[in-house]
């Protein structure tokens, strides 16, 4: 078969080499899943084969040896094979190698090694030895989401960064913008409550809850019924992925949905490879509508026709988040969008899959940020409150189903009288308290009033009297600009009222 490229990922191919010109020796290419990462990865291969260079291909997982392996087939790419007892034609000029074995036999003689998946490289000791060992000679890391700690942190036997430069080749929204995946909507009807709940650093060097304790928050059989539910009501029908929160957790969804008279299956780690593959088989022939999983189908698997997703499996792991939720956006005949179904309170917390990151390798030193998702320069989007529909932050009528929430006045009538919407103090931190102090005494400035006048204002706003505060000035925000207004309208009220009592 003919390799085509598409603009982007010529473009990308370029600047990778561009980069090896200028003495980038260590290359990360991020490329969201579903922007042909392989087809890229093969138009490298056949690039350094053109110069006549020899070339390993390492990959982290068998099932990744037999997919790359079939592309290289399918390319009129010739190759050997490095893994365990599948190991054969190791003369060839490209060797697609597990990185298990090559790591206990040693790397064979190449001139570049390309690494799929090598946001894994950062906490692997096998990865770092083979690159260690590698030294002076090019790597490319292939990488859908290279957020894991330390893939820029420098070591000295390197000489350098782990990865010393990142190159773009698109983002999720272009590739939407451009045909290459299908947009979401995106439902959240309900979530498990995760406070106490541990957290600990998983593979990719992210912190994230696991998967045992978070079980015990998302397994329960009225959270079950309720997937159940909106599945029935949003998307009956359609093909469905489930990520669980782990195998008991998954067998019960599979259970109930079954209750229901829905075709679903559960796969995990355990079953055998055969009984696995002929599971994917029932669920792309349509048998089985629902397949439902911890973390099995989280990397590598594809099912462009599916077309749900339900999120059951609470993370704070961006990377494994855009796994997951990559799984329903490659396009499909007939298939529109992709509609996702988060029981799990991430896409509140994490943003919708489709933002834009804030891509940079991480040098692994302690940030003054916690953490990428909150170097997001995106605001987070909000449950609409009657239909559950994520709409993007400051949308306020829902696109789903037209409802309005009522704008919240600072001003209620009791009795009668305009009473003002006051902040609790207790609550307010001592910041909270300085900025609107602050921004009162702006107020009373550009009005000419005393600062007595902000003090009064602080006391309507809070309840107790500005103390131990600074009097500095800071212009007022638009909170605070809206609630002078009701206090001047309060005001203005109760006088008019005063006069009319004294006539
Ligand atoms: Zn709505």
Redesign the pocket.
């Known amino acids: 078969m003919e390799l085509e490229l598409r603009p982007f990922q010529a473009a990308a191919i370029q600047q990778l080499r561009e980069g090896l010109r200028t003495d980038y020796l260590r290359q990360m290419l991020y490329s969201p899943t579903g922007s042909g990462k392989t087809i890229m990865a093969t138009g490298l291969v056949k690039g350094a084969r053109l110069k006549g260079k020899r070339v390993a291909f390492l990959v982290n997982r068998v099932q990744l040896v037999e997919q790359t392996s079939a592309t290289f087939r399918r390319y009129g790419i010739d190759h050997g094979v490095i893994q365990g007892e599948n190991t054969r034609r190791e003369y060839e000029n490209v060797l697609v190698c597990s990185i298990q074995t090559v790591a206990r036999r040693g790397l064979p003689n190449v001139d570049f090694i390309v690494i799929d998946e090598a946001h894994a490289v950062a906490g692997s000791k096998d990865y770092r030895g083979i690159i260690e060992t590698f030294s002076g000679k090019p790597v490319i890391g292939l990488s859908a989401s290279p957020f894991s700690k330390g893939l820029g942190r420098h070591y000295d036997n390197l000489g350098g960064p782990l990865f010393e430069r990142m190159v773009i080749a698109s983002s999720i929204r272009e590739l939407i913008d451009d045909g290459y995946l299908v947009d979401c909507d995106i439902y959240a009807p309900s979530e498990p409550d995760m406070s106490g709940i541990k957290q600990v650093r998983n593979k990719f060097g992210e912190m994230d809850y696991s998967d045992m304790d978070v079980g015990q928050a998302a397994d329960k059989p009225e959270l079950i019924g309720d997937i159940v539910s909106h599945w029935f009501k949003l998307a009956r029908g359609t093909p469905t992925v489930v990520f669980a929160s782990n195998i008991a957790h998954s067998k019960h969804i599979v259970e109930q949905f079954k209750a229901a008279g829905v075709a679903a299956e559960h796969i995990d780690c355990y079953d055998d490879s055969d009984e696995r593959r002929e599971a994917l088989k029932r669920f792309e022939r349509r048998e089985t509508t629902i397949i439902s999983n911890s973390a099995l189908l989280a990397e590598g698997w594809d099912a462009p026709f599916c077309e749900t997703l339900i999120l059951a499996r609470p993370t704070k792991s961006l990377i494994r988040y855009l796994q997951m939720v990559g799984r329903v956006l490659r396009p499909s005949e007939g298939k529109d969008k992709a509609l996702v179904l988060d029981h799990s309170g991430t896409v509140k917390t994490l943003g919708f899959p489709t933002d834009d990151l804030p891509l940079e390798l991480d040098d692994g030193k302690p940030k003054q940020t916690k953490s990428k998702t909150e170097e997001r320069e995106e605001p987070l989007p909000k449950a609409?409150p009657?239909?559950?529909?994520m709409k993007p932050a400051k949308v306020h009528q829902?696109p789903?189903?037209?409802?309005m929430p009522e704008k919240k006045s600072d001003v209620e009538v009791k009795d009668g009288e305009l009473v003002l919407m006051r902040k609790d103090a207790k609550k307010a931190t001592k910041m909270e308290k300085q900025d609107a102090y602050s921004q009162l005494l702006a107020y009373a400035a550009i009005k000419g009033y005393r600062d007595g006048w902000a003090d009064h204002a602080y006391r309507d706003y809070f309840g107790v009297w500005p103390k131990g505060l600074r009097k500095s000035t800071q212009e007022p925000s638009e909170e605070m600009s809206n609630w002078i207004k009701s206090r001047n309208i309060r005001n203005a009220k109760r006088r008019e009222k005063e006069l009319k009592n004294a006539a």
Do not use: D, E, M
């Not at 789903?400 to 409802?403: D, E, S, T, V």
């Open positions: 609409c009657s239909c559950s529909y829902c789903a189903c037209g409802f």
